[in-house]
């Protein structure tokens, strides 16, 4: 009795220290608070910034474990003006037709002077200029349309419009120029009376782009004939979209202060200016050649060339804020045009590929048909779903005011990387039609300057290894950045309220995780009104949610500051957040599209596969814990009963083929939005007119197989047996003209380019009309 008196005893005690703040906070939270900030890694003012930039949205749900899912799926779709529609419908249709990926790579090394005029003209230069600048105010949603167009036409014209709209002088000098600078440059840049580039990747700092070396000095020198407060400018900037043309080049560099001019501060920091490309001591006109994509892309230099602080953007005083203003702008510039470029190639891919299947024929069957070439189509179509729907949702959120900077990192990664094993797989179902460059082949280019959207606006492999859960365990933590600024604050009440928070918040996790894994998650609720075939899907994705908020707790308290080390657990995690975004996105794109029935094959297969991959990422970290016992726990929390998700089976892949290879609604949303020529001599335009032909004439080839096969006919060939066929009154004449317009359209489409010995280049001056022979 004694025994459990004292036990009672203490558990009171216990009970009252923590219920009473005050008490807490001096017995406990005071002692925890010393040694979290012991823990906390260092982190540069740079990181800081990066950090704080950008708003959390969507992905804090998710990261809470606990989603709220009527959230967002009252959250509405954007719908384009009157203004926008028009646009889309007719000058951006316009320009597509004046443009193609042949003749910009291997006639002009660039645009056609007459698509440049025409792009200024109409100004794309100013789709997110404000109108009382000149500009036409066009909405996110609106600007990723218009790139995701131009993409699956012309990748030059893509890049060419998408990034004076994106992260660049436009975007800067919106959110912090001056009012005279806003009122000089904004006009002309509108009206591409200026063409702007930005120069920040250094040959030294490329991915740590926070590390530029390229420096100014404040000091006093002569301009127009008057000594003035200036700064004396050294850099060396390299791969720079528009540069090599430019009229106004926005520059990031370190700003120093030895004599005190402007203050206290010797290191100032990195700041932001705009220099006219003409003024003295620049170097800019030299092209870089990326993968043979031609978009104007190049160096440019300058060693100690004076300029006024008046160039800062946003003034002097704004000297040193410029990581900050990058990061800021980057998030919602990273959202659209890399992830709206992708998915606009990426339709090209599935609305041609899946033709090409259905015409191409090889052993009496379209290709199409086969199971082997089934896996990739698959593929293809489902990824593509997901790819527009993360697309538009995203687009979105920065029409509604957010600045996802996680989010921005999720898409550019993912909608590039899927973009690149779509047409990886859309390559393989072509064959030699892929491999053989000319003006017929609709894939070639693509194919070939994947890369480059890999590449840019941060590498894939960084963005994937310490961005997206890096920054993303921050920021969307509902928890982790309140008690990290306390810790830094040394506010002992605040870290107090958020530690005890984050206390609760891992302890509910935890049984959440546990309860859902052997219930199988069907006790959770699914969001009210949720379209009954896809409910359990958003049951699956709370209990992945709470899984990846478990582990990320655990994974942060246990490897404390080594975390940002552990790049692969990293990477990892952020594939967990990333799938539930990815699968997000797919169930509010079909709820907002009416629920169709027929896209029903899409959806399912893109719900399992992020499920399925989402799950191989816990496995991953649990398979890779460090500490073996802790992964042992984590795993009996998180899959007490084993990997219960598994990939998509192979019959919903055989349906989703079967939607890729034929003309229907279904195919018609997927690749909504691309620019469709009409004509026949266009290779998409021919392909498309080749499926329809196709489809029509399969059944004029079953009466002369079923024909052929009882012996009313006989024949050595194609040709011969429809004579016969004719002759024998088992077609009729229509059909047999149809069977003719459907084999000569198939010649066209599986006929493959071929040139002189010199490969036309003695005719490089002028678009080349090549002969083209049977893949």
Same mark, same amino acid.
């Given at each position: 009795m004694d025994s459990f008196a004292i036990l009672a005893a203490v558990l009171v005690a216990c009970g009252v220290v923590l219920i009473v703040a005050p008490l807490r906070r001096l017995l406990v939270s005071r002692l925890v608070l010393r040694w979290y900030r012991g823990q906390l890694p260092a982190m540069s003012q740079t990181e800081r910034e990066a950090i704080d930039a950008g708003t959390v949205w969507w992905d804090g749900d998710l990261f809470s474990g606990h989603p709220d899912w009527n959230k967002l799926l009252a959250v509405p779709r954007h719908r384009l003006t009157a203004e926008e529609q028009s646009f889309l419908d007719n000058e951006t249709e316009q320009l597509c037709a004046m443009v193609n990926d042949w003749e910009t790579t291997e006639i002009y090394q660039d645009l056609p002077p007459q698509a440049w005029q025409f792009i200024k003209d109409k100004g794309f230069l100013g789709m997110i200029i404000p109108k009382r600048y000149g500009g036409k105010e066009f909405s996110a949603t609106m600007h990723s349309e218009v790139i995701q167009k131009l993409a699956s036409r012309c990748g030059a014209a893509a890049v060419h419009v998408m990034v004076p709209n994106s992260l660049g002088p436009a975007e800067l000098l919106l959110h912090y120029g001056t009012e005279e600078q806003k009122n000089h440059y904004l006009p002309r840049l509108a009206k591409g009376l200026e063409i702007p580039c930005f120069g920040l990747t250094n040959p030294h700092a490329g991915s740590d782009a926070a590390a530029i070396p390229d420096f100014g000095v404040v000091c006093k020198g002569v301009?127009?004939?008057?000594?003035?407060?200036?700064?004396?400018? #050294?850099?060396?900037?390299?791969?720079? #979209?528009?540069?090599?043309?430019?009229?106004?080049?926005?520059?990031?560099?370190?700003?120093?202060?030895?004599?005190?001019?402007?203050?206290?501060?010797?290191?100032?920091?990195?700041?932001?200016?705009?220099?006219?490309?003409?003024?003295?001591?620049?170097?800019?006109?030299?092209? /870089?050649?990326?993968?043979?994509?031609?978009?104007?892309?190049?160096?440019?230099?300058?060693?100690?060339?004076?300029?006024?602080?008046?160039?800062?953007?946003?003034?002097?005083?704004?000297?040193?804020?410029?990581?900050?203003?990058?990061?800021?702008?980057?998030?919602?510039?990273?959202?659209?045009?890399?992830?709206?470029?992708?998915?606009?190639?990426?339709?090209?891919?599935?609305?041609? !590929?899946?033709?090409?299947?259905?015409?191409?024929?090889?052993?009496?069957?379209?290709?199409?048909?086969?199971?082997?070439?089934?896996?990739?189509?698959?593929?293809?179509?489902?990824?593509?779903? !997901?790819?527009?729907?993360?697309? #538009?949702? !995203?687009?979105?959120?920065?029409?509604?005011?957010e600045k996802p900077s996680v989010i921005s990192a999720i898409v550019k990664y993912h909608l590039t990387e899927r973009g690149r094993a779509l047409v990886n797989d859309a390559m393989d179902i072509l064959?030699?039609?892929?491999?053989?460059?000319?003006?017929?082949?609709?894939?070639?280019?693509?194919?070939?300057?994947?890369?480059?959207?890999? #590449?840019?606006?941060?590498?894939?492999?960084?963005? &994937?290894?310490?961005?997206?859960?890096?920054?993303?365990?921050?920021?969307?933590?509902?928890?982790?950045?309140?008690?990290?600024?306390?810790?830094?604050?040394?506010?002992?009440?605040?870290?107090?309220?958020?530690?005890?928070? /984050?206390?609760?918040?891992?302890?509910?996790?935890?049984?959440?995780?546990?309860?859902?894994?052997?219930?199988?998650?069907?006790?959770?609720?699914?969001?009210?009104?949720?379209?009954?075939?896809?409910?359990?899907?958003?049951?699956?994705?709370?209990?992945?949610?709470?899984?990846?908020?478990?582990?990320?707790?655990?994974?942060?308290?246990?490897?404390?500051?080594?975390?940002?080390?552990?790049?692969?657990?990293?990477?990892?995690?952020?594939?967990?957040?990333?799938?539930?975004?990815?699968?997000?996105? !797919?169930?509010? +794109?079909?709820?907002?599209?009416?629920?169709?029935?027929?896209?029903?094959?899409?959806?399912?297969?893109?719900?399992?596969?992020?499920?399925?991959?989402?799950?191989?990422?816990?496995?991953?970290?649990?398979?890779?814990?460090?500490?073996?016992?802790?992964?042992?726990?984590?795993?009996?929390?998180?899959?007490?009963?084993?990997? +219960?998700?598994?990939?998509?089976?192979?019959?919903?892949?055989?349906?989703?083929? &079967?939607?890729?290879?034929a003309p229907s609604a279904v195919r018609d949303r997927l690749c909504a939005g691309i620019y469709l020529p009409e004509a026949e001599s266009d290779p998409l335009g021919c392909l498309e007119a080749a499926l329809d032909a196709a489809i029509r004439a399969e059944a004029v080839e079953a009466k002369i197989r079923a024909a052929q096969k009882s012996g009313t006919i006989s024949g050595r060939g194609a040709e011969e047996l429809a004579q016969g066929a004719l002759a024998a009154k088992v077609i009729s004449g229509e059909e047999l003209s149809l069977l003719k317009r459907a084999a000569q359209l198939r010649d066209e489409v599986i006929r493959v380019d071929h040139f002189p010995q010199d490969l036309g280049r003695a005719e490089a001056s002028r678009p080349a009309q090549p002969q083209r022979a049977a893949a």
């Open positions: 301009w127009e004939g008057k000594e003035i407060l200036g700064m004396r400018v #050294t850099w060396e900037k390299r791969y720079i #979209t528009l540069g090599p043309i430019s009229t106004l080049l926005g520059l990031a560099i370190r700003l120093h202060d030895p004599d005190h001019l402007l203050g206290d501060k010797e290191d100032i920091g990195i700041t932001c200016a705009l220099v006219p490309s003409h003024t003295p001591g620049v170097n800019i006109g030299r092209r /870089h050649n990326p993968l043979n994509a031609v978009f104007q892309n190049g160096p440019n230099w300058g060693k100690d060339v004076f300029m006024p602080l008046d160039w800062i953007i946003g003034g002097s005083k704004m000297a040193g804020q410029g990581w900050r203003m990058l990061m800021e702008c980057l998030a919602a510039g990273r959202s659209i045009s890399l992830p709206s470029s992708s998915t606009g190639y990426s339709k090209l891919a599935v609305r041609a !590929t899946g033709a090409y299947a259905r015409v191409r024929s090889q052993f009496k069957t379209a290709i199409g048909k086969f199971e082997g070439i089934e896996e990739p189509l698959a593929r293809i179509g489902a990824n593509l779903y !997901t790819m527009d729907a993360a697309r #538009t949702m !995203t687009a979105g959120a920065v029409d509604l005011g064959g030699g039609k892929g491999i053989c460059l000319g003006p017929n082949n609709f894939m070639g280019r693509p194919y070939q300057q994947l890369p480059i959207a890999i #590449t840019v606006e941060g590498a894939n492999i960084l963005t &994937r290894n310490l961005i997206v859960f890096g920054q993303g365990a921050i920021r969307c933590h509902p928890y982790v950045l309140k008690e990290m600024r306390a810790a830094q604050d040394g506010d002992l009440a605040a870290f107090d309220a958020a530690f005890f928070g /984050h206390v609760r918040h891992v302890i509910a996790n935890a049984l959440r995780s546990y309860f859902m894994a052997i219930t199988g998650s069907r006790l959770v609720s699914a969001p009210r009104g949720a379209a009954p075939q896809v409910r359990r899907y958003y049951r699956h994705l709370t209990r992945i949610s709470s899984a990846l908020a478990f582990a990320a707790d655990v994974s942060m308290l246990a490897l404390g500051g080594s975390l940002k080390r552990r790049e692969r657990i990293s990477a990892r995690l952020g594939d967990v957040l990333s799938m539930l975004y990815l699968a997000s996105a !797919t169930l509010k +794109r079909f709820e907002d599209e009416g629920r169709h029935e027929a896209d029903l094959p899409l959806v399912h297969w893109s719900i399992q596969d992020a499920l399925a991959r989402a799950a191989d990422a816990l496995h991953g970290v649990l398979a890779n814990y460090p500490m073996r016992w802790i992964g042992a726990l984590l795993r009996l929390a998180i899959f007490p009963l084993g990997r +219960r998700f598994a990939p998509p089976p192979d019959a919903l892949g055989h349906e989703v083929a &079967r939607l890729l290879i």
